[in-house]
């Protein structure tokens, strides 16, 4: 007698796709589509000029798409580079988060800037979560499409949400039981930017190493997001060296699957948003020539 097999089980594990698919919405003239069913939106039919404030419901709509997109992306003459602060405070109170080589421009105390001829540091091109490294790290992070190279320089989105959903049920309850060290020093972060040894002793005075919970949940979403990061997770707590190694490689290995991923090919003027309580993020160093974004946090 022939037994069927059992297909699922036989076979690698995948997500459940339709789980993640999301409907366009418009709404008062604005066209709010999928990039990809993992991840990301397009946000198109939006014109704000300087002090103005995008109305409701449309502003409501807007929080919520990015809750459950994970990232936005406004199209190309949405805003000018003075508007950008009032389309991101949509999202909440919008914070300067400058350091030595991303500085603010001359003219907006509010944003900085993260400029390829000015930025010596590569931290921006190894996955983490904005601020990771804090207990209270920004909600969200935007950019701004100053100068854009003509080839490379995308923006990669991993859905750590999704991340979580690839590991095994049983493996995942495991996992959520740890704890992780997390520090901005983990790969050299502070070290790189203040040279003065004063000022880096008070930076790091500042920023000590800190505990988190190896999968965070989303406070407003309930999403399990795989918060630990090549670029801030220094160990797993109470297991072997090895252990805290290979579990840490495992979830680092599952962030840069391509199945979660989505990547933002930049348009000069073009506004990015995402929830860093959703994704990990990371640049891509392939371009040459300058590439300047302006950067607003919200806390
Ligand atoms: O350079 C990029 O594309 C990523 C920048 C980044 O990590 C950030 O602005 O937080
Ligand atoms: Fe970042």
Partial sequence: MQT???????????????AYAAQEERLAGVRIAPIEPILGA??????????????????????????????????????????????????????????????????????????????????????????????????????????????????????????????????????????????????????????DPDELARQRGLNPPIETPVIRVHPETGGKQVFVNESYTLRIKAVTRAVSQNLLNILFDLIKSPEIQVRFRWEQGAVLIWDNRTVQHRGVHDYSGRRVLYRAIVS
């Fill in 4 to 18: 069927a097999i059992d297909l699922a089980a036989a076979q690698p594990r995948v997500l459940d796709i339709a």
């Fill in 42 to 195: 397009r946000v198109t039919g939006l014109r704000l000029r300087a002090g103005e404030r995008v109305p409701e419901p449309l502003a409501a709509t807007l929080r919520r798409k990015l809750l459950e997109r994970g990232f936005l992306v406004f199209e190309p003459g949405t805003v000018d580079a003075e508007a950008f602060v009032d389309l991101v405070s949509v999202f909440g109170d919008v914070q300067y988060s400058g350091g030595p080589y991303t500085p603010a421009p001359q003219d907006n105390r509010l944003v900085n800037t993260i400029d390829s001829s000015i930025k010596k540091t590569h931290m921006n091109y190894i996955w983490h979560v904005d601020g990771g490294y804090r207990h209270h790290s920004p909600k969200m992070t935007a950019l701004f499409g100053h100068t854009v190279p003509e080839a490379g320089g995308d923006t990669l989105f991993a859905n750590a949400v999704a991340a979580y959903d690839l590991l095994d049920p049983l493996f995942a309850r495991y996992i959520e039981t740890l704890t992780a060290v997390q520090s901005a020093e983990s790969v050299g972060h502070l070290t790189l930017q203040y040279h």
